[in-house]
C-alpha cells in the first residue's frame, strides 16, 4: 500500500479519533468523580451534532447554533448529574448504572420525537471543499476537528495540572474521603465534570456533523467506541484515554481500507470483546487482585 | 471560659453500628487534648463526628460557641478545624507541593492572599518537605508522609488541629520529631486534639487527657495524672497491674478445662 | 433501601404459582381474541428472556446492555435448523439455547472476574457484532432479508395447530422459566448471590467463586434468551437482523426495572406491563414516544421505586399477612467434627517463609517467616502499622504477595485468590466485621457451609430430592455452630438487630461453619468489654478444643498473653521477636517497640 493511502486513512481515521478521544475522556472523567460509567455520554456527541444541524436548516447562524448546542450539552450533563447521579449516590453500583442507561435512552428517544429519524447533514463550518496533506484528501471541517479537539484537550490539562479546580477534581478522583477534609464539596465537582463532559461530547458532535451527518441514534456507536479508547487507556487518566480513543479511529479507518469498509463497524466491538476477555484470562488461572485498599 | 470545642452527649456510627456513646470532650484554646484509646474504641468515629464526615445521631458539637453538628465538612473546615487523618491518606499519585496546595483549598478567607505564604510557613517548619516538594506524596517514607499530612492540615489556617494517630507506623525518632512538632504548634498558640494509641508520648505533651473505650469516656483528667493512673498503665503502657494480670490468670486457667483433642 | 430478593413464606408462594398455572390455563377461554392471543404470546417471550435477566441483574447485579443478542441467536438457530436443515422445532430449540449458553459461557467466563461494568458494554458490543453478522453473513442468515417460511412450532411430532396452542407452550415455558427462577432464589445458590451482593470479601472468604457464581447466571440468562428468541420465531414465522435490536435489549432492561428487578415474577410482569404499554401508545396514536416512556419509567422507578412493581406488591404483602419461614435443623449441641486433613507430618499446619509486601515506597511486610503448629492458638502482635493485618490479608487470599511463600500442609497458598484459600480450610473473620446484612443470622452462618456443597445448579434447578436433603444436612450443620457461639435463639433475626458483641459471634459462627483446619481471628476482642473479652477467650478455647487451630491479630495484652501457646512480634513489616508468652513479654525489643524508647 502506498504512502498516500496509508495517510489518507490516517488521518481520516484521527478525526473519527478526536471524537472517540473526547467521549472517553468524558467517561474517564465521570467515573474517576462519581465512579459510575456514564452511558450518556455518546448521546452528548448526538445532541451537539443533531441540535446544530436541526438550528442550521432553520437558518439559525452557525456560531449561534455551535454555542446552542454545546451549552445545551452541559445543561444536560449537569441535569443528569443533579437528578440522576447526586440522589442516588450511595445506591448500589449497577443500580447507578441502570439509571444512567436509562438516562442514555431518555435522551435519544426525545431527539427521536423532535427531529424525527432521518439524519441531518449540514455543510462544513467553511464549506465542503477538501484540502491535501501529506497526500491525504481531507475534508476542511477535519480541521475543526482537530482544532476543537486539540483546544479541549489543552484547556483539559491546563485546568486538571494548574489550577485549583483542576487540583479539587484530582483529588476527588484520588481519594474523595480526604477531599472532602480539604473542604472540596463533592457535589460541585461532580456537577462541574458532568456538566464538561456533557460540553465536550458535544462539541465533538458539532465538529464532526458535517463529516458524518447527525441522526437520532448515532450516540450508541460513539458511546461504544468512546467507551472501548476509555477502558483500554486504563479508565484513570484522560491523557492514556485520548491517546486510545484516537487509536481506535485510526484502526476502525484501516480496517476500512485494507479489510473491507463493512469491516470498519464492527473491528472496534471486536477488539473491545477480546480486550475484555483476554485481560480477564490473564487472571484466569484465579490469580489475587490487589487489593485497593492498603492495610498495615 | 468557654471551651474552643465542646461535644456533648455525642452518640454516632456508621450504619448499624453505634460506634460512640454519649461522649462528652472539650478542648481549650491553647491546650493540647489527647484522646486514647484501643483499636475499635470509637476514636477516629468522634474526629469523623466532629469533621462532619459523620452525623451524629445524638448530642451535639460545638466550635467557638457555635453548634456545627449539621453542618458540611466544608462549612466546618472554613471555620477553621482542619483534621490529618489517620494513615496519612495523602493524595499519593500528586506532589508534595499539589497536597499541600489542596490543604489550602478549603481555608478562612480563602478569597485571601494566595496561598504562596502559607507554603512557604510549612517549608520553613518542614525543610524537608522543600526539598521534596516535587516529588509524588506517595514515595515519601512513612516520617515524611506524617509531616505532609500536618503540613497541609495547616495549610487551611485552622484554629483546631484534629490529629488521629500521628504516631501511626513510624520509627521511635520519628515519633519523636513529630511530637516536637506538635508541642512548638502549641507554643505558637494553636490548639490541638490528638488521638493516640502511644499512650506515653502523647500524655508527654498533652495538658488534659481522655479515655475511650467501646464508645464511652471512661477516664479524664490532667496528663501527668493519667501518667500515674494505675488502670492506663496496665491498658496502654504494658503496665504489670493487678487487674490486667488478673484476666490473664484467669484465661489461662480456664485453659486446663478445654484439653485438645488429638 | 435494599435491593437484594428477601424471601417469603412456602406456603403463599406456592399459591401464589398455583394461581398462576390457572390463570394461564383460562386465559385463552376467557380471551378470545387472535389479538389477545398474539399480544399473550409476545408478552410470554419477553417474559422468558426478563426472567432470565431478573436473575442476572436482580441476583448476581450484572447489567447486560445487549441481552436481545441470546434471542438472535435463539432465533437464528431454530430457524436455520428447521428451515435449511429439517430439524424439528423442539430440538432445534434446545441445541439453539446450548448454543447461546456456550457463547455466554465463553464470554462471560474471563469478563466476569473484571471488576466494575464491563460486562454491560461487552454484551452490547456482542449483540453489535451478531447484528452485524446477520446482516453480513448472507449465505447462511439471509441477510437483511432473513429467513422466512419457518413453520409452526413442534415437540415430536406433535404441531402446534395455531396460536391457542402456542400460546400454551409459551407460557408453559414461562411457568417452568419462573419455577427455575424460584428454585434457585430459596437454594443455597440464591442465598449465596445475595451473599455476594452484601460483602464480595466475606463471601470470597467462606470459599464462594464470585465469578462462577456471576456467570451461571450469565449463562442460564442467555439460555432463557435463546428459548425466547426460538419460540417468537416460530411464532412469526420468520427471522430477520429487525425481530431483535438493540430496542429488544432495552425493552427487557426496562420490563425488569419495572416489573422489579428483586423479584422472579417480577420479570413476569415486566414484560406484560412494557407490551401493554406500548400497544397502549400505538393505540394513542403515539409510537414514536415509545422511548421517552420506557426511558423516563426506567429513571423514575429506580430513582423513586427500585424493587419495582413486584417488589411493591411483596412489601404490601409482608405488611399484612406475617411471615412463615420454617426453621428447620436440630438445635441439639451435637459435636460438630474437625478436619484434620490439611495437617503435615511435622505437626505445622503454616509455614510462612520470607513473605513481603510493598505499596509504593513503603514496606508494609519485610521477609516475614514463622510457623504455625496444628492446634495451638498462636497470637500475631505489634503496635499499629506494623503490618500485622497485612500479613493476614496475604495468609487469607486478599493481598498478593510480593515475596516469599506461604505452605499450608505441605501446599503453598499464596497464588490462590480467598475462595481457594477457604476451600482449602482456612476461615477468617474480619477486624470491621463483614457481615450479610441481607441475609438471616442463619443464612449468614450457612454460606459459610459453601465449602460443603456437593449439588450444583442443575439438581438445584431440577429440584432433586437430595438438594433438599443436603439443605438440610447443612442447616442443622449451621444451627450446630450458631449454637456452639451461644447465639442458637437468633437464628430468625437479622444481623444489624444483634449487639456488637454478639455480631462478632456470629462471624465467628460462620467461619466455624467452614469446618476449617485454620481459623484466622482479626482483632476478635476490638469493642468488646472486659467481660465479652473473657468470654471471646473461652469460645477460642472451646474451638481449639475441637481441633481447630487458630491463629489471632489481637491488641488487647491480657487476651493474648492468657491464651496464646505462641506469639510472634511484628514492628515495621519486620518480624522481632517470637515464643512463648512469658519470653515476648520479657524481650527488650519488644518492649521498646510498645513503649518507645
Not at chain 3, 397 to 410: F, N, T
Not at chain 3, 463 to 487: H, I, K, N, S, Y
Amino acid at each position: 500500500m502506498d504512502f498516500a493511502t496509508l495517510a489518507q486513512l490516517t488521518l481520516s481515521g484521527l478525526t473519527t479519533g478526536c471524537v472517540y478521544a473526547l467521549v472517553a475522556i468524558g467517561f474517564v472523567l465521570c467515573a474517576n468523580v462519581s465512579g459510575i460509567v456514564n452511558f450518556a455520554q455518546g448521546e452528548y456527541v448526538m445532541v451537539g451534532g443533531i441540535v446544530t444541524a436541526g438550528l442550521v436548516s432553520m437558518k439559525f447562524p452557525l456560531g449561534v447554533a455551535i454555542v446552542i448546542a454545546v451549552a445545551l450539552g452541559a445543561v444536560l450533563g449537569l441535569v443528569q448529574e443533579r437528578l440522576t447521579v447526586a440522589p442516588i449516590r450511595r445506591a448500589p453500583m449497577f443500580l447507578q448504572a441502570t439509571v444512567a442507561l436509562g438516562v442514555a435512552v431518555l435522551i435519544r428517544s426525545v431527539a427521536l420525537v423532535v427531529w424525527g429519524k432521518d439524519p441531518y447533514g449540514m455543510p462544513g463550518f467553511i464549506g465542503d471543499d477538501a484540502f491535501l496533506f501529506l497526500g491525504a484528501l481531507l475534508p476542511l471541517q477535519a480541521l475543526f476537528v482537530w482544532g476543537a479537539t486539540a483546544l479541549f484537550l489543552a484547556v483539559t490539562f491546563w485546568l486538571l495540572k494548574y489550577t485549583e479546580l483542576g487540583r479539587a477534581i484530582r483529588a476527588v478522583a484520588i481519594n474523595p474521603r480526604a477531599a472532602r477534609l480539604m473542604g472540596i464539596e463533592i457535589g460541585r465537582i461532580s456537577m462541574l465534570v458532568f456538566a464538561a463532559s456533557g460540553a465536550a461530547g458535544a462539541l465533538a458532535g458539532v465538529a464532526i456533523a458535517p463529516i458524518t451527518s447527525a441522526s437520532w441514534d448515532s450516540g450508541l456507536e460513539f458511546g461504544v467506541k468512546g467507551f472501548t479508547g476509555a477502558i483500554i487507556g486504563g479508565f484513570r487518566s484522560p491523557f492514556w484515554a485520548t491517546v486510545a480513543g484516537l487509536g481506535i479511529g485510526m484502526l476502525e479507518s484501516l480496517s476500512a481500507g485494507y479489510v473491507s469498509s463493512e469491516a470498519k463497524d464492527i473491528v472496534t466491538y471486536g477488539v473491545l470483546l477480546l480486550y475484555l476477555m483476554i485481560r480477564g484470562g490473564v487472571f484466569a488461572l484465579g490469580g489475587r487482585a490487589t487489593g485497593a485498599a492498603d492495610q498495615h | 471560659m468557654a471551651a474552643l470545642l465542646e461535644i456533648e452527649n455525642v452518640t454516632a456510627g456508621y450504619g448499624r453500628n453505634q460506634v460512640l456513646h454519649g461522649v462528652s470532650l472539650a478542648v481549650a484554646e491553647g491546650e493540647i487534648v489527647t484522646l486514647l484509646g484501643a483499636n475499635g474504641a470509637g476514636k477516629t468515629t468522634l474526629l469523623d463526628t466532629v469533621m462532619g464526615l459523620v452525623r451524629a445521631r445524638a448530642g451535639a458539637v460545638a466550635f467557638a460557641g457555635e453548634t456545627i453538628s449539621a453542618l458540611a465538612t466544608a462549612a466546618i473546615v472554613r471555620r477553621g478545624i482542619a483534621l490529618a487523618p489517620e494513615r496519612r491518606q495523602l493524595f499519593g499519585a500528586m506532589s508534595v507541593e499539589e497536597n499541600l496546595l489542596l490543604g489550602a483549598y478549603g481555608r478562612a478567607g480563602r478569597r485571601a492572599a494566595s496561598p504562596r505564604a502559607d507554603l512557604d510557613a510549612q517549608y520553613r517548619r518542614f525543610p524537608r518537605l522543600r526539598e521534596r516538594r516535587r516529588q509524588l506524596a506517595q514515595s515519601l517514607s512513612g516520617g515524611e508522609q506524617q509531616m505532609a499530612a500536618i503540613a497541609r492540615a495547616l495549610m487551611a489556617r485552622p484554629r483546631l488541629l484534629l490529629l488521629d494517630e500521628p504516631s501511626l507506623g513510624l520509627a521511635p525518632l520519628m515519633v519523636a520529631q513529630i511530637f516536637q512538632c506538635i508541642e512548638e504548634l502549641r507554643r505558637g498558640g494553636g490548639t490541638i486534639l490528638l488521638v493516640e494509641q502511644n499512650a506515653r508520648a502523647a500524655l508527654g505533651i498533652a495538658d488534659r487527657a481522655y479515655v475511650l473505650e467501646t464508645g464511652r469516656i471512661t477516664l479524664s483528667g490532667p496528663a501527668s495524672a493519667l501518667l500515674e493512673n494505675p488502670a492506663v498503665q496496665d491498658a496502654y503502657l504494658g503496665g504489670q497491674g493487678s487487674s490486667s494480670r488478673a484476666m490473664e490468670e484467669r484465661i489461662r486457667a480456664r485453659a486446663a478445662l478445654y484439653p485438645v483433642r488429638r | 433501601m435494599s435491593t437484594s430478593p428477601r424471601a417469603v413464606g412456602r406456603q403463599p408462594r406456592a399459591l401464589l404459582f398455583a394461581a398462576f398455572i390457572v390463570a394461564i390455563l383460562l386465559y385463552p377461554i376467557v380471551m378470545r381474541s387472535d389479538y389477545a392471543l398474539g399480544a399473550a404470546i409476545t408478552v410470554g417471550a419477553m417474559a422468558i428472556a426478563s426472567v432470565g435477566f431478573v436473575l442476572l441483574i436482580g441476583y448476581a447485579h450484572q447489567l447486560a446492555i445487549g441481552q436481545a443478542a441470546f434471542c438472535t441467536i435463539g432465533g437464528y438457530g431454530s430457524a436455520l435448523l428447521v428451515t435449511r436443515h429439517g430439524w424439528d422445532p423442539f430440538p432445534a430449540m434446545l441445541v439453539a439455547m446450548v448454543g447461546a449458553m456456550a457463547l455466554a459461557y465463553v464470554v462471560g467466563r474471563p469478563i466476569l472476574k473484571l471488576r466494575g461494568f464491563v460486562l454491560a458494554m461487552a454484551s452490547l458490543a456482542l449483540q453489535l457484532i451478531l447484528g452485524f453478522l446477520a446482516v453480513q453473513w448472507t449465505d447462511l442468515t439471509g441477510g437483511a432479508i432473513g429467513i422466512d417460511g419457518v413453520p409452526r412450532f413442534a415437540i415430536f411430532g406433535w404441531a402446534v395447530g395455531g396460536d391457542r396452542d402456542l400460546f400454551y407452550v409459551v407460557w408453559g415455558a414461562v411457568a417452568l422459566a419462573v419455577l427455575v427462577g424460584l428454585n434457585i432464589d430459596r437454594s443455597r445458590i440464591g442465598r449465596e448471590l445475595k451473599a455476594i451482593a452484601s460483602s464480595e470479601r466475606a463471601a470470597g472468604s467462606v470459599g464462594i467463586d464470585l465469578a462462577a457464581a456471576k456467570v451461571r447466571m450469565f449463562v442460564l440468562s442467555a439460555g432463557m434468551a435463546s428459548v425466547a428468541g426460538s419460540l417468537t420465531v416460530h411464532y412469526l414465522r420468520l427471522m430477520d437482523p429487525g425481530v431483535f435490536g438493540f430496542q429488544y435489549s432495552l425493552d427487557i432492561i426496562t420490563a425488569v426495572v419495572i416489573g422489579g428487578l428483586t423479584s422472579i415474577w417480577g420479570g413476569v410482569l415486566g414484560a406484560a406491563i412494557i407490551v401493554a404499554l406500548r400497544e397502549g401508545l400505538r393505540f394513542a396514536a403515539q409510537p414514536l414516544f415509545e422511548g421517552i416512556v420506557m426511558g423516563a419509567l426506567t429513571v423514575l422507578v429506580l430513582l423513586l421505586f427500585p424493587r419495582g412493581v413486584a417488589g411493591g406488591i411483596a412489601d404490601l404483602y409482608r405488611r399484612i399477612g406475617s411471615r412463615s419461614e420454617m426453621s428447620g435443623g436440630g438445635g441439639a449441641v451435637a459435636d460438630f467434627s474437625d478436619t484434620a486433613s490439611v495437617v503435615a507430618d511435622d505437626g505445622t499446619i503454616l509455614t510462612l517463609d520470607g513473605v513481603s509486601r510493598r505499596f509504593g515506597s513503603l514496606v508494609a511486610v519485610d521477609q516475614v517467616g514463622f510457623t504455625v503448629q496444628r492446634h495451638s492458638i498462636t497470637a500475631l502482635i505489634g503496635p499499629n502499622g506494623a503490618g500485622k493485618t497485612t500479613l493476614f490479608n496475604m495468609i487469607s487470599g486478599d493481598q498478593p504477595l510480593d515475596g516469599g511463600r506461604i505452605v499450608l500442609a505441605g501446599e503453598r497458598i499464596d497464588l490462590l485468590p480467598p475462595h481457594r484459600v477457604a476451600r482449602r480450610g482456612v476461615a477468617r473473620t474480619f477486624q470491621n466485621l463483614e457481615l450479610f446484612d441481607n441475609l438471616t443470622v442463619l443464612d449468614n452462618v450457612m454460606c459459610g457451609r459453601a465449602r460443603h456443597a456437593a449439588t450444583g445448579l442443575i439438581e438445584i434447578v431440577a429440584r432433586l430430592p437430595r438438594v433438599a436433603r443436603e439443605e438440610r444436612v447443612q442447616r442443622a450443620a449451621a444451627t450446630r455452630c450458631l449454637a456452639f457461639v451461644g447465639l442458637a435463639d437468633a437464628a430468625h433475626r437479622m444481623p444489624s438487630a444483634l449487639p456488637f458483641g454478639h455480631q462478632r459471634l456470629l462471624e465467628i459462627a460462620r467461619a466455624l461453619a467452614l469446618e476449617p483446619a485454620l481459623l484466622l481471628l482479626d482483632e476478635p476482642a476490638s469493642g468488646l468489654n472486659d467481660s465479652e473479652t473473657e468470654a471471646l477467650a473461652d469460645l477460642i478455647l472451646r474451638i481449639r478444643a475441637r481441633g481447630v487451630t487458630v491463629l489471632l491479630v489481637e491488641h488487647d495484652i491480657r487476651l493474648v498473653m492468657g491464651l496464646a501457646d505462641h506469639i510472634v512480634v511484628m514492628n515495621y513489616g519486620k518480624k522481632i521477636a517470637e515464643g512463648a508468652p512469658a519470653l515476648v513479654r520479657a524481650d527488650p525489643h519488644v518492649l521498646a517497640a510498645y513503649l518507645g524508647s
